[in-house]
């Protein structure tokens, strides 16, 4: 019954999202409910077999109406290439479309006809954005059915029974990965729509020269021209358009952190296509170190996780003399970067030479 609130909500063209976050919401609260009762119920019977049916249904009903309906939502939301279109929001999309018509001279039809595709799309991504919070809440209480449905077992069966049931419980709590695998995919997409926002940001890096020439004028100018700025504002924007759209706090979190990974994989790739002088390793060091900063800041956790591969190339490029490196591979703490990587990036250093530096084992 909850299932089919939510999908008629869904499907209601009056509904607004209030009413559709609070169906589906409703539709989580009583599955569990419902769950935790049928558990409950298994339990009091007293006996192995009928406990153990009862879990293996619990399970198989996350599995199948509630996790299928989710993954069809996403799969009808997320992954529609629609839904990029709408990711900066009603309002940018509003300014976007009376500057195109004035300076086109679009005709009102076809400003409307627009506007009708931007409600389209914005639906859309309201779909996507309330099945990936439903996910996230079925990843909060899916552990916590399973923990009250081992404390009842353990209580109201007696010990050789209570062992069988407690092993039914375990084989069902694998349907916690499932839905976890669902919530990162969602969430795995959502991020590849918003990261061709983030590009332009990123191919300033790839632009910018880093080889300064001991000028410590363009040393200063260049922490002012710094890619880094620009790529957090934007995804400090897309924090806010998000969560002004209804997506939950933990959700939010968990794109930024990908967005961030993302951006460091693009940064490395550009990286070990560019030449550095000592000042300009400098300029890198502190531009890391910003991005550290204040992705932590926006993300309200720490990002270093993400962040240390290009912490550690950035490290070998500030050396002082090619023999350190050696030195330095020698502690082997942590490295997330190969010896022969280490050895590629220190020839990045236009002051090295190339005969001095290492050749480092992977």
Known sequence: RALRAARAADGAAAATDDEKDAAAHAMVDTTFFVLQRALRRGAHAADAKVAGAAVRHAA????????????????QSVSSKLAGAALAGAQEGAAALVGASAAAGASLAGAAERLAASAVTQARQAGALRALNTL???????????????????????????????????????????????????????????????????????????VLDGDDAAFAAAEADSFVSPLLDELALQKRLFADNGLAPENVEALLLLLLRACAERIEAALLDKDFDRLGALQLDREMRALAKRGAELCNRSVRDRLARLTQLCTVLN??????????????????????????????????????IPELAS
């Open 60 to 75: 198989e009903l996350v599995q199948r109406p509630l996790l299928d309906h989710l993954q069809k939502l996403l799969k």
């Open 136 to 210: 996230a809440q079925c990843a909060t209480n899916l552990p916590k059915l399973w923990e009250r449905a081992r404390a009842e077992l353990a209580q109201q069966l007696p010990p050789p029974a209570a062992a069988a049931a407690l092993r039914d419980v375990d084989a069902a709590a694998a349907v916690d990965g499932a839905v976890g695998a669902a919530l990162q995919g969602g969430l795995q997409q959502l991020s590849e729509m918003v990261l061709p926002r983030l590009k332009p940001r990123i191919d300033a890096f790839a632009a910018a020269s880093y």
């Open 319 to 356: 050396l002082d003399r090619e023999a350190e490196l050696a030195e330095l591979w020698g502690d082997g703490s942590g490295w997330r970067i190969s010896g022969a990587v280490a050895s590629d990036v220190a020839r990045l250093r236009v002051d090295f030479r190339e005969e001095l």
